[in-house]
């Protein structure tokens, strides 16, 4: 009785591996084939180089109404904040405490502002500003900064231009292995 219970142990193990093994070779057919299009627009990925930046252009001047319209409940009318991770102006990486990350004070690439508001802002809904008003918005937390004047233009051309205040505050380690 007990080789008897062995062989059907064992055989239960064997009818379960071949019946993962077919599901697994099968898929959970779940989903259906993404186009070239949809990638495409999932894309947005902007380098520090700005070579992939989107036609558009905006000044500090047209990005006060868009950033008091979407931007200022969260970070205050003057970039202020309303919480440590939603202030845009001021802080430093040289005081004594923990360095406060802002735009002004940590990024390195305006390049990067521009990516980081065209994917992820307004927070409650992301990817919803034209490339002209993240051209926009940029120029103005730019602006609020002190990075750029107010009639500064913004566009694929000089974006990539502007030097941040802390462009030389990382070190590329991208090299070593």
């Known amino acids: 009785m007990f080789k008897q219970l062995i062989s059907y142990v064992f055989l ?15 898929g959970p057919s779940l989903g259906t084939p993404v186009s070239q299009q949809q990638i495409s627009g999932l894309d947005l990925i902007v ?14 001047n047209d990005g006060e109404a868009v950033y008091l319209a979407k931007c200022q409940s969260c970070h205050g009318t003057e970039g202020e904040g309303l919480s440590g991770a939603t202030v845009l102006v001021g802080g430093s990486m040289q005081s004594e405490g923990p360095p406060l990350r802002t735009v002004g004070s ?3 690439y305006a390049t990067t502002v521009f990516d980081f508001i065209r994917r ?8 919803s500003l034209t490339d002209t008003e993240v051209y926009q918005a940029t120029a103005y937390v730019l602006f609020l900064n002190g990075i750029i004047s107010r009639d500064t233009i913004l566009n694929r051309n000089s974006l990539p231009a502007i030097m941040m ?5 990382f070190i590329d380690r991208s090299s070593l292995q």
């Open 165 to 169: 205040p802390n462009r030389d505050g």
């Open 47 to 60: 380098g520090s180089d700005g070579s992939t930046l989107p036609p558009g252009s905006g000044s500090a």
């Open 120 to 127: 992820a802002m307004p927070a409650n809904e992301p990817k």
């Open 106 to 108: 940590y990024w390195p």
């Open 12 to 26: 239960t193990a064997v009818l379960l591996m071949a019946a993962c093994t077919t599901a697994q070779v099968q």
